[in-house]
């Protein structure tokens, strides 16, 4: 059972701007930073977001996150048909000592 | 460019044990966090523990009963032994490296994903 929550599901159409959003606790997002990844089917997740809502090189600055006390969210701007995937949250937990993921949301672009 | 090459066996029989094995290339196994996810066929991420260099290890509380992480640093290799399966294991698992590294400085997040292995476990 995932300990951070997110929408089953977000869309939006071509250059819309989508959030997701990321609900846990102070165990979790309230005390350390969040991760966001993208998986698209049958491949491995992609990181998307590290540290204080930094990108990898190679992620599209249209892609940002951000955080507030025990919620984070991910905002994905110019909606783009390849931008339809999964999408999960994820953080350290200081309670469990572990690494949890969120329930994941996935993106369709319309 | 650091790569994650998973191998392991792909089918078992109740009862045995998971043995998968993740071996890095392009980068050393030092000084980093080696992590082990599963994904059971169309459900979410499931992380079930990690490695740092050093051999201390963290794993997720409902799998800790049967997990044991290792690795060899002479072959830039860890491995994940998961006990006792049951159909319930079925999932393709996925080896990671645990930080992103830039301008000489490592952040939390798996940056670095082997191509997953897909487990089975069925009589």
């Known amino acids: 059972q995932s300990v951070l929550t997110q929408p089953p599901s977000a869309s939006g159409t071509p250059g819309q701007r989508v959030t997701i959003s990321c609900s846990g606790s102070s165990s979790n997002i309230g005390s350390n930073t969040v991760n966001w990844y993208q998986q698209l089917p049958g491949t491995a997740p992609k990181l998307l977001i590290y540290?204080?809502?930094q990108r990898p090189s190679g992620v599209p600055e249209r892609l940002s996150g951000s955080k507030s006390g025990t919620s984070a969210s991910l905002a994905i701007s110019g909606l783009q048909s390849e931008d339809e995937a999964e999408y999960y949250c994820a953080a350290w937990d200081d309670s469990l000592d572990g690494y949890v993921f969120g329930t994941g949301t996935t993106v369709t672009v319309l | 460019q650091v790569q994650l090459q998973q191998s392991g066996p792909g089918l078992l029989t109740p009862s045995e044990t998971l043995s998968l094995t993740c071996t890095v290339s392009g980068g050393s196994i030092s000084d980093h966090y080696w992590n082990w996810i599963r994904q059971p066929a169309g459900k979410g991420l499931e992380w079930i523990g990690r490695?740092?260099?050093?051999?201390?290890?963290s794993f997720n509380p409902s799998l800790k009963s049967r997990v044991i992480m290792s690795l060899d640093t002479s072959k830039n290799q860890f491995s994940l032994k998961l006990s006792s399966v049951t159909a319930a294991d079925t999932a393709v698992y996925y080896c990671?490296?645990?930080?992103?590294?830039?301008?000489?400085?490592?952040?939390?997040?798996?940056?670095?994903w082997g191509q997953g292995a897909q487990v089975t476990v069925s009589s």
């Open positions: 490695i740092y260099s050093s051999g201390a290890t």
């Open positions: 540290g204080l809502n």
């Open positions: 990671a490296r645990g930080e992103y590294c830039t301008s000489g400085r490592c952040y939390a997040g798996l940056a670095y």
